[in-house]
Protein backbone atom coordinates (compact mmCIF):
# COMPACT_ATOMS: atom_id res chain seq x y z
CA UNK A 1 0.00 0.00 0.00
CA UNK A 2 1.23 3.20 -0.69
CA UNK A 3 1.92 6.10 1.62
CA UNK A 4 0.46 8.46 -1.29
CA UNK A 5 -3.03 7.79 -2.13
CA UNK A 6 -4.55 8.07 -5.78
CA UNK A 7 -7.37 7.06 -7.40
CA UNK A 8 -6.59 3.75 -9.23
CA UNK A 9 -8.70 5.14 -12.49
CA UNK A 10 -10.09 8.22 -13.87
CA UNK A 11 -11.54 8.74 -17.48
CA UNK A 12 -13.09 12.02 -19.89
CA UNK A 13 -14.07 12.90 -22.99
CA UNK A 14 -11.46 13.95 -25.36
CA UNK A 15 -11.21 17.77 -24.80
CA UNK A 16 -12.49 17.46 -21.45
CA UNK A 17 -10.59 18.28 -18.38
CA UNK A 18 -9.77 16.06 -15.87
CA UNK A 19 -8.28 15.96 -12.07
CA UNK A 20 -5.74 13.53 -10.50
CA UNK A 21 -6.01 13.66 -6.78
CA UNK A 22 -2.51 12.69 -4.09
CA UNK A 23 -3.21 12.70 -0.54
CA UNK A 24 -0.88 12.18 2.08
CA UNK A 25 0.32 13.51 5.34
CA UNK A 26 2.00 16.13 7.18
CA UNK A 27 5.57 14.20 6.65
CA UNK A 28 5.68 14.07 3.13
CA UNK A 29 2.85 16.81 1.11
CA UNK A 30 2.28 18.81 4.13
CA UNK A 31 5.53 19.75 4.21
CA UNK A 32 7.09 19.21 1.22
CA UNK A 33 7.08 19.49 -2.28
CA UNK A 34 5.04 17.23 -4.59
CA UNK A 35 5.89 16.35 -8.39
CA UNK A 36 4.17 14.22 -10.84
CA UNK A 37 4.86 11.76 -13.85
CA UNK A 38 3.38 10.02 -16.97
CA UNK A 39 4.33 6.85 -17.55
CA UNK A 40 3.19 4.55 -20.16
CA UNK A 41 4.09 0.74 -19.75
CA UNK A 42 7.45 -0.03 -21.19
CA UNK A 43 8.53 3.48 -21.22
CA UNK A 44 11.15 5.72 -19.06
CA UNK A 45 8.20 7.29 -16.35
CA UNK A 46 8.25 11.72 -18.19
CA UNK A 47 8.30 14.36 -15.36
CA UNK A 48 5.53 16.92 -15.91
CA UNK A 49 5.29 19.05 -12.75
CA UNK A 50 7.95 19.76 -10.00
CA UNK A 51 7.70 21.69 -6.84
CA UNK A 52 4.30 21.47 -6.45
CA UNK A 53 3.22 23.67 -9.76
CA UNK A 54 6.03 24.11 -11.77
CA UNK A 55 6.53 22.74 -15.75
CA UNK A 56 10.15 21.31 -16.56
CA UNK A 57 10.90 22.65 -20.37
CA UNK A 58 8.66 20.87 -23.18
CA UNK A 59 5.87 20.37 -20.89
CA UNK A 60 2.43 21.58 -22.84
CA UNK A 61 0.56 24.22 -20.49
CA UNK A 62 -2.28 21.57 -20.50
CA UNK A 63 -0.69 19.89 -17.72
CA UNK A 64 -0.56 21.87 -14.23
CA UNK A 65 -0.44 21.33 -10.62
CA UNK A 66 -1.28 22.72 -7.43
CA UNK A 67 -0.97 21.75 -3.24
CA UNK A 68 -3.09 22.36 -0.64
CA UNK A 69 -2.34 21.00 3.26
CA UNK A 70 -1.24 17.38 2.68
CA UNK A 71 -3.10 17.09 -0.88
CA UNK A 72 -1.91 17.76 -4.31
CA UNK A 73 -3.65 17.40 -7.20
CA UNK A 74 -2.80 17.36 -10.96
CA UNK A 75 -5.18 18.73 -13.71
CA UNK A 76 -4.97 18.29 -17.43
CA UNK A 77 -7.12 20.17 -19.60
CA UNK A 78 -8.25 19.74 -23.49
CA UNK A 79 -7.68 15.72 -22.84
CA UNK A 80 -6.11 14.26 -25.94
CA UNK A 81 -6.23 10.57 -26.72
CA UNK A 82 -2.25 10.62 -26.39
CA UNK A 83 -2.41 11.17 -22.55
CA UNK A 84 -3.58 7.80 -21.97
CA UNK A 85 -0.84 6.94 -19.89
CA UNK A 86 -0.60 6.07 -15.76
CA UNK A 87 0.14 9.34 -13.67
CA UNK A 88 1.60 9.18 -10.51
CA UNK A 89 2.20 11.70 -7.42
CA UNK A 90 5.95 11.46 -5.40
CA UNK A 91 7.36 13.67 -2.27
CA UNK A 92 9.99 13.34 0.02
CA UNK A 93 8.59 12.06 3.41
CA UNK A 94 10.75 13.26 6.61
CA UNK A 95 9.94 10.78 9.10
CA UNK A 96 10.50 7.93 6.94
CA UNK A 97 13.76 9.65 4.75
CA UNK A 98 12.72 8.39 1.76
CA UNK A 99 11.18 9.45 -1.42
CA UNK A 100 7.24 8.26 -1.50
CA UNK A 101 5.24 7.49 -4.01
CA UNK A 102 1.38 7.29 -5.11
CA UNK A 103 -0.32 3.99 -6.68
CA UNK A 104 -0.50 5.68 -9.64
CA UNK A 105 -3.78 6.83 -11.76
CA UNK A 106 -4.78 5.41 -15.26
CA UNK A 107 -6.00 7.87 -17.43
CA UNK A 108 -8.30 6.47 -19.73
CA UNK A 109 -9.84 9.00 -22.73
CA UNK A 110 -13.60 7.70 -23.46
CA UNK B 1 18.37 15.19 -22.62
CA UNK B 2 20.02 13.02 -20.75
CA UNK B 3 19.01 9.19 -21.20
CA UNK B 4 19.51 6.10 -18.64
CA UNK B 5 19.30 2.55 -19.41
CA UNK B 6 19.68 -0.41 -17.19
CA UNK B 7 21.09 -3.53 -17.40
CA UNK B 8 20.70 -6.37 -15.77
CA UNK B 9 20.98 -9.98 -14.95
CA UNK B 10 17.13 -10.50 -15.49
CA UNK B 11 16.47 -13.94 -13.52
CA UNK B 12 18.05 -14.59 -10.60
CA UNK B 13 17.56 -17.65 -7.73
CA UNK B 14 17.16 -16.92 -4.02
CA UNK B 15 20.03 -15.28 -2.06
CA UNK B 16 21.94 -14.44 -4.66
CA UNK B 17 23.63 -10.43 -5.16
CA UNK B 18 21.30 -8.25 -7.74
CA UNK B 19 23.96 -5.89 -9.15
CA UNK B 20 22.38 -3.61 -11.93
CA UNK B 21 24.05 -0.66 -13.67
CA UNK B 22 22.70 2.47 -15.14
CA UNK B 23 24.64 3.88 -17.84
CA UNK B 24 23.86 7.88 -18.47
CA UNK B 25 24.57 9.22 -21.82
CA UNK B 26 24.23 12.37 -23.56
CA UNK B 27 25.31 14.70 -20.61
CA UNK B 28 27.54 14.11 -17.48
CA UNK B 29 27.10 12.06 -14.29
CA UNK B 30 29.20 14.80 -12.48
CA UNK B 31 27.67 16.43 -9.91
CA UNK B 32 24.03 14.99 -9.79
CA UNK B 33 22.59 12.57 -7.38
CA UNK B 34 21.19 9.52 -9.55
CA UNK B 35 18.59 7.09 -7.94
CA UNK B 36 17.16 3.56 -7.85
CA UNK B 37 13.04 2.70 -7.86
CA UNK B 38 11.52 -0.43 -8.47
CA UNK B 39 7.59 -1.28 -9.01
CA UNK B 40 6.90 -4.93 -7.97
CA UNK B 41 4.20 -6.50 -10.37
CA UNK B 42 0.74 -5.22 -9.57
CA UNK B 43 2.17 -2.69 -6.78
CA UNK B 44 3.24 0.92 -7.05
CA UNK B 45 6.43 2.63 -7.07
CA UNK B 46 9.20 2.18 -4.26
CA UNK B 47 12.00 4.30 -3.11
CA UNK B 48 15.50 1.99 -2.81
CA UNK B 49 18.22 4.61 -2.60
CA UNK B 50 20.18 7.62 -4.11
CA UNK B 51 24.08 7.82 -4.78
CA UNK B 52 26.21 11.43 -5.45
CA UNK B 53 29.15 11.02 -7.78
CA UNK B 54 31.04 12.37 -4.63
CA UNK B 55 30.04 8.74 -3.60
CA UNK B 56 27.36 10.22 -0.77
CA UNK B 57 24.52 7.55 -0.33
CA UNK B 58 21.22 7.76 1.74
CA UNK B 59 19.02 3.84 1.46
CA UNK B 60 15.94 3.78 1.98
CA UNK B 61 15.42 2.19 5.85
CA UNK B 62 13.06 -0.94 4.02
CA UNK B 63 17.11 -2.17 2.13
CA UNK B 64 19.49 -0.86 5.13
CA UNK B 65 21.84 -3.47 5.25
CA UNK B 66 21.68 -5.44 2.16
CA UNK B 67 21.54 -2.33 -0.55
CA UNK B 68 24.77 -0.79 -1.63
CA UNK B 69 25.05 2.07 -4.25
CA UNK B 70 28.05 3.50 -6.26
CA UNK B 71 29.42 5.53 -9.21
CA UNK B 72 31.73 5.38 -11.73
CA UNK B 73 32.17 8.56 -13.26
CA UNK B 74 34.78 7.57 -16.07
CA UNK B 75 32.55 5.15 -17.32
CA UNK B 76 29.29 7.58 -16.61
CA UNK B 77 27.56 4.87 -14.59
CA UNK B 78 26.23 4.12 -11.60
CA UNK B 79 25.16 1.03 -9.94
CA UNK B 80 23.07 -1.32 -7.03
CA UNK B 81 23.93 -4.14 -5.51
CA UNK B 82 21.21 -5.85 -3.26
CA UNK B 83 21.93 -8.67 -1.48
CA UNK B 84 20.22 -11.88 -0.28
CA UNK B 85 17.36 -11.42 -3.01
CA UNK B 86 14.16 -13.25 -2.72
CA UNK B 87 10.39 -13.38 -4.16
CA UNK B 88 9.74 -10.52 -3.01
CA UNK B 89 12.56 -8.15 -4.45
CA UNK B 90 10.84 -9.57 -8.13
CA UNK B 91 10.04 -6.48 -9.52
CA UNK B 92 10.98 -3.71 -12.33
CA UNK B 93 14.21 -1.60 -11.85
CA UNK B 94 14.70 2.03 -12.09
CA UNK B 95 17.04 4.05 -12.66
CA UNK B 96 16.57 8.31 -12.51
CA UNK B 97 17.87 11.52 -11.95
CA UNK B 98 17.73 12.97 -8.89
CA UNK B 99 17.44 16.85 -8.23
CA UNK B 100 16.81 17.94 -4.41
CA UNK B 101 17.47 20.97 -2.56
CA UNK B 102 15.15 22.73 -0.09
CA UNK B 103 14.45 25.95 0.87
CA UNK B 104 14.62 28.40 3.72
CA UNK B 105 11.48 26.64 5.75
CA UNK B 106 13.59 23.17 5.13
CA UNK B 107 10.95 22.17 2.93
CA UNK B 108 12.30 19.43 0.55
CA UNK B 109 11.93 19.64 -3.43
CA UNK B 110 12.79 16.30 -4.65
CA UNK B 111 12.65 14.97 -7.95
CA UNK B 112 13.58 12.93 -10.79
CA UNK B 113 13.86 14.84 -14.27
CA UNK B 114 14.84 11.78 -16.33
CA UNK B 115 14.33 8.00 -16.09
CA UNK B 116 15.59 4.51 -17.64
CA UNK B 117 13.13 2.34 -19.21
CA UNK B 118 13.10 0.27 -16.73
CA UNK B 119 14.63 -3.82 -16.44
CA UNK B 120 12.77 -6.26 -14.99
CA UNK B 121 14.34 -8.97 -12.29
CA UNK B 122 13.00 -12.13 -11.76
CA UNK B 123 13.36 -14.23 -9.04
CA UNK B 124 12.85 -17.73 -8.61
CA UNK B 125 13.95 -20.86 -7.74
Known amino acids: QSVLTQPPSVSAAPGQKVIISCSGSSSNIGN ?12 APRLLIYDNDKRPSGIPDRFSGSKSGTSATLAITGLQTGDEADYFCASWDSSLSAAMFGGGTKLTAL | QVQLQESGPGLMKPSETLSLTCTVSGGSISTYFWIWIRQPAGKGLEFIGRVHTSGNTNYSPSFKGRVSMSVDSSKNQFSLKLTSVTAADSAIY ?5 LRSYDS ?3 YSYYFDSWGQGTLVTVSS
Open chain 2, 94 to 98: YCARC
Open chain 2, 105 to 107: FSR
Open chain 1, 32 to 43: NYVSWYQHLPGS
